[in-house]
């Protein structure tokens, strides 16, 4: 009994403690550890660590966390643990990052941006639109200290694209998409009458329809009325608000969308148009890597969503595409971020646009893209991103919004109705936020 | 007490210590946390809360009809569960406890839904409801029922009903092992006496497999309502809780308010009260058996 209870003990302690290791295979007393969630881009980060060791002896090991969503729920977790690594990115809406920010667990990137290292400022390297994703401007709402929390690592636009062979076969023009929310529905009825399926999206993934609907809106009503909106100052009940429903509607009563695209996941929406079973999707310019992926001899162009009118520009989503921050909290602060820099530099971008066919950060590796994925970047003028509005609508009414789109689209509500039910929502969630 | 016996008693917890901190850490610790967060407003990420109070619990019960609209949702696809898989599953179990030819076989495929992941049962039951190219409208076609034709997830009057399906589809396999084993234990003594008696088969199942296989039926009937209540893989892998809101269940929605609009308390105060209704239909279900063996 006495030997037995002395070796339950030992084999339980010792239990404990091999629990408390980390399990690390490879000694990184000195080097960086860098969470990621883009399994597209996993071989391709292995190489460049295996790079950056050979050039600077400072061993990294990135790990993969996928799908997005556990990735978002482990970095949460490791924030409240005190566990997260030296580099990582942040998933989620601007308010999360901001509560990143504001508890402790991002670095200010402002100052190393703007140093002046080698000749040049690193800021002035990358585009600016990728950068501001990730700054806080000052007296932003979320009361954090102005400047920039992350480093962009590609750039990203999320807009429509068409299939050009199947355009052909209608007796459309392949190299004039529409334009116009008039034309649109004109190559619609051109498509549909030669039974070609017309439009996908994974639109079971409501961002999707938040990012569609919201470049609509800001066509019709501008950005400073949806701005307005989200403030509180406009209600949804608003005509122009109306409209951009009635847009939905219009392509719910026209059968524009593929059937089942309301609930389609987009990777499923992606099949759909790679495999030519739809004359456009709504998508984002990293679909470059998944249709070649799917279909490499898939004729397609980027188009701009159709304007509805012509009294604002047609803004789309669009910024940096995977963006990493340096954990404040981190010994290796300096060491994340000299390393971040190389990776940033045209030789590492230049790398990472072939492999995993997205678009460069780094200005000057821009000329070196592929055709379709210039045809991307030529838009990014438009391109606008929901961390860069001034305000930002609460989330409830996000989604009552969107799921409102969803209900429209199979022609269960109205665009009234629709409106109406978000407003509600909205000055309720107003009420309770106060 | 003399130190012979604190010993002995010590020696004793010190044996129990190991199961306890596991229990207590990922078991009593979690799910105190949860009523702890169900008073408190939080992101998630910020290591402050305020305390609410009972808001949180308040604005559930009394304005909330999204997240009532799914649990009416998932007591529709539990119903459906409840009645339909577990006949399918009877029925089944009833034919393999004969001794037919290639039984164990049978008993395997069975057995196979079970097993393979939601997320990917889901995916192939995508294929098979596509409005475009799917199997279902396939078929339909082929038997001249082409008119019923639809999108089978992306259509209200039918997503809630064709995720139901699957979740039938994929959980019948469990009721039918547990009733089989049911059938089973039932001594064949008792059938062969009836038999000589002149029962017919129809009195046989009545007077004898009924009420000896209640229990079963009782323990298959909780696994069917707290499965099926927290019903969500299949719902993520197919619909993600559209169109609409026609396929949202309970736990769609605390994930969607914990992941999506980041408010953890208010997501635990959804996760207290599911649980304590889930607690309570299955005690009203353990005394109706209790009272069904009294009969």
Redo the contacts between chains.
Sequence with gaps: MKYSLKFFIIFFLALCFAGCSTGDKKDLSDGLKVWHWASDRESAFQELAKRYEAQFHVPVRFELYAPSEAYAQRVKAAAQTNKLPDIYGILGEKRDFASFIKSGYVADLTPSLNSDGGGFVWKDKLFEKALAVNEFAPGNEYGVNPGIYGVPLDVTTIQMVYNKKLYEKAGLDPGRPPQTWEEFLSHSSVLKAQGIPRFVSGFGEIWLIDAFASNLAMNIMGEEKVFATYAGKVPYTDPDWVKVLALFKQMADEGILVEGAVTMVNKMAEQTFANERAAYAFNGSWCVNVYKGMNPDLQYGAMLPPKATNLNPMRIWGGAGTSFVVNQKSGRREKAIQFLKWLTEDAQQAFLSVETQNLPVSKSSIGRISPILAEFADDMDNATHPNVYPVHEISAVTEAFDKGIQSILIGEKTPNAVAQEVQRIKEKESKKNQ | MNFQKIRHLA?NY??V??AFLLFATFSLYPFLKVFQLSVMSW?????EMTYVGLGNFK?LLL?NPVFWNSMGNALFVTVLALTAQNLLALVLAFLCDRDIRGGNIYRVIFYLPPVLSGIVVGLIW?WI?????GLLNHFLGFIGLGDLS??W????KT?LAAVAVIHMWKGFGWGFVILLAGLQSIPRELYEAARVDGANSWTVFRNITVPLMIPVFVLVSILTILGTMQIFDIIIA???G????HTEVPITRIV?TM?????FGYACAMGVVFGVILLVVSMIQIRVSKMMRQV
């Design positions: 020696g010190i044996f210590l190991p992101d998630g990420i910020s290591p604005d304005d995508n409801y596509d409005g475009n190219y639809r999108a997830l992306s259509d209200p997503a197919t619909t993600g559209g169109p609409g809101y969607q992941v999506g609009s980041s408010q």
